[in-house]
């Protein structure tokens, strides 16, 4: 057999590149396989997020900015604080604009409700009903607001029924009781507490108050049960009746509080309280200083000023030197009452 005659030599040129370019191909495709092979993965979360895109809030966490409340319906604002309270996350804060906010509002949840005005009387929420606000759980926090109640004598601007209510330069007034608290907590500051009963603390509850005005139109704070209120750096006045009732095993500690004007008693203590007053002035009340029945009671540095009278026939130029012009009383288990001047 004769054999196959050679190819020109142009198509030999040709077959030579073809191959050629094969061979460079096939060495590029190993040398791809073999960086691929050898370059770390890329970690689950980030190639998650690649897939994903920018990862959501988790749930119930607090929204980014604040919610704001405007009773005119600005723009990006709601008109009420019930509905902020309802759209509110766990931790969210609400701001309040100046205005009339008309609403009775109840809150299960820690949240932050801020009056963004310069003086808390700009902002005003009220009520005709039997609450302004009313505490059922978290730790509620008002600032810079004033929170009023028009529904009467056994109605309130607060109630606190579970976890605590904290407020801060704010003002609370009502016909009834400004804030009542029962197994719960209070933590008042920098605040103007006004009502028949400015403050009434039952159950098992704690409250502090520091740099608070106190005014009663019967009582001003009234502790009862196994309840544990400290009052500091404050002012108890003008309560028709006492400026402190503390009875049934309550503890009240009072530390550079004024105690005036009250119509009877500046301080009750009865039925197994605990009640200790120090660095303080009582002065101007109609009754006794203080009045213990059954109770216990501790004084230290504290002056004790009788409210001025008419002197009448028998009366003396001035108090007995040696003699403090307090008048004090103390019943015992008789409910016999002694009065010292």
């Not at 409210?307 to 019943?331: F, I, K, M, S, V």
Request: with cysteine; proline share 5%; hydrophobic share 40%.
């Amino acid at each position: 057999m004769s054999a196959a005659p050679p190819l020109p030599g142009y198509l030999e040129d040709v077959w030579m590149q073809v191959f050629a370019l094969l061979a460079v191909a096939s060495g590029l495709f190993v040398a791809a396989d073999h960086f691929a092979a050898r370059a770390p993965a890329a970690p689950a979360p980030l190639a998650a997020a690649a897939q994903a895109g920018a990862a959501t809030p988790a749930a119930g966490a607090p929204l980014a900015g604040p919610l704001l409340v405007d009773p005119r319906g600005a723009k990006g604002s709601l008109t009420t604080i019930a509905a902020a309270v309802q759209a509110a996350k766990e931790g969210d804060t609400i701001v309040l604009k100046p205005g009339v906010y008309n609403e009775s509002v109840s809150v299960s949840k820690s949240l932050i409700l801020s009056g963004s005005a310069n003086t808390n009387d700009q902002v005003q929420w009220t009520s005709a009903e039997s609450r302004t606000l009313t505490v059922a759980g978290g730790r509620v926090f008002l600032k810079g607001l004033t929170l009023t109640n028009t529904g009467g004598s056994e109605a309130s601007a607060a109630e606190v029924l579970q976890g605590s209510l904290v407020l801060e330069q704010a003002k609370v007034q009502a016909a009834g009781m400004a804030v009542s608290v029962r197994d719960a907590a209070l933590e008042a500051t920098d605040v103007v507490l006004q009502g028949r009963t400015a403050v009434s603390i039952l159950g098992r509850s704690r409250a502090s108050l520091l740099r608070a005005t106190v005014t009663g139109g019967w009582t001003g704070l009234w502790v009862e049960g196994m309840s544990d209120v400290r009052v500091e750096s404050s002012q108890l006045k003008g309560a028709q009746n006492s400026g402190v009732e503390a009875g049934r095993f309550a503890k009240v500690r009072m530390t550079e509080v004024s105690l005036a004007g009250s119509g009877q008693a500046a301080v009750q203590a009865r039925g197994g309280a605990d009640v200790r007053i120090e660095r303080s002035r009582v002065s101007d009340n109609r009754g006794c200083g203080l009045s213990v029945e059954n109770a216990t009671a501790t004084i230290e540095r504290v002056r004790f000023e009788r409210e001025p009278r008419p002197r009448g026939a028998g009366d003396q130029a001035g108090p007995r030197e040696g003699r403090d012009p307090a008048r004090l009383r103390q019943h015992g288990p008789d409910d016999s009452g002694e009065e010292l001047n």
